[in-house]
């Protein structure tokens, strides 16, 4: 599986209450929430984003409450993966539930800049920035949790298996 896209790059700490403002969570419809995405910290986000694009953020990406609808409205707005240095647990795990593909890599977070066009190999871990021609390793899921992704979530692999 590869994803390729332009960057959209973020901070530390972005947590899921700019994710998905809980303003918004009186609707469990994730196209409708994903209009939403991202707009209390880049208003253009879902003006822009394009399917296939690639998001990078810096430590601690999804901090904050365990609301299940952050993972979905990046998912659902168009990003093909999430690239940070590091995930709040419960975001990871959420991720790996809907079926968001996510990778931990620091120097890939430090080194791609907003705008960049980026590919991202899930099946070896590589991200290449193709704007600067540097590539990147982060660690590949095992096999059943690629699987899982490409069911597009935990209940579908689970469907599948049926």
Not at 49 to 56: K, L
Not at 75 to 96: D, E, P
Not at 136 to 160: D, V, Y
Request: hydrophobic share 40%; net charge negative.
């Amino acid at each position: 599986m590869e994803a390729r896209g332009t960057v959209f790059k973020y901070g530390d700490n972005v947590d899921t209450d700019v994710i998905i403002p809980a303003r918004y969570l009186n609707t469990q419809d994730a196209k409708e929430l994903a209009a939403h995405a991202m707009e209390d910290i880049d208003a253009d986000y879902v003006k822009k984003v394009q399917p296939g694009d690639i998001m990078v953020a810096g430590w601690n990406f999804g901090c904050g409450s365990s609301r299940e609808h952050a993972p979905l409205v990046i998912k659902t707005s168009g990003a093909a993966v999430v690239i940070a240095k590091s995930f709040a647990r419960i975001f990871y795990r959420n991720a790996i539930n809907i079926g968001l593909p996510i990778m931990e890599c620091e120097e890939a977070a430090d080194a791609i800049e907003n705008g960049d066009t980026v590919s991202v190999n899930f099946d070896t871990g590589e991200i290449k920035d193709e704007t600067t021609g540097k590539t990147f390793q982060a660690q590949p899921f095992p096999e059943f949790i690629q699987k899982m992704i490409r069911a597009g979530g935990l209940m579908n692999s689970i469907r599948e298996k049926q």
